[in-house]
Nanobody, 123 residues
Framework: VQLQASGGGSVQAGGSLRLSCAPS????????MGWFRQAPGKEREFVAYISRGGTNTYYADVVKSRFTISRDNYDQAVYLEMNRLKPEDTAVYYC?????????????????WGQGTLVTVSS
């Protein structure tokens, strides 16, 4: 199983980026997906979650109203649209897959992880 995250880069504060994650080797429609991030010197933290069918989404308070998670079960990809980026959003962003529908904010809930993509927001 591989989760290939892409779309990271450098952007100025207030800008936008769209991250993508294309899992392979798993039945995508059977898994809920999440995004986590890890800032330099900090622990990895939950960012967003989307259920298998895409009907339920949850966000960390710090990104709510700025970030949007979505998925395309036909193309088998999950996305994280990030708007109004702030310097504190700077982190390596990871996508992850879980068969669970609860505890979606916990790392241990996720079985498969991608390699991460770096997002740098400058002030």
């Amino acid at each position: 199983v591989q989760l290939q995250a892409s779309g990271g880069g450098s952007v100025q504060a207030g800008g936008s980026l769209r991250l993508s994650c294309a899992p392979s080797g798993l039945s995508f429609n059977a898994y809920a997906m999440g995004w986590f991030r890890q800032a330099p010197g900090k622990e990895r933290e939950f960012v967003a979650y989307i259920s298998r069918g895409g009907t339920n989404t949850y966000y960390a308070d710090v990104v709510k109203s700025r970030f949007t998670i979505s998925r395309d079960n036909y193309d088998q990809a999950v996305y994280l649209e990030m708007n109004r980026l702030k310097p504190e959003d700077t982190a390596v962003y990871y996508c992850a897959a879980t068969s669970a529908s609860t505890r979606w904010h916990l790392e241990g809930t996720y079985k498969y992880w991608g390699q991460g993509t770096l997002v740098t927001v400058s002030s």
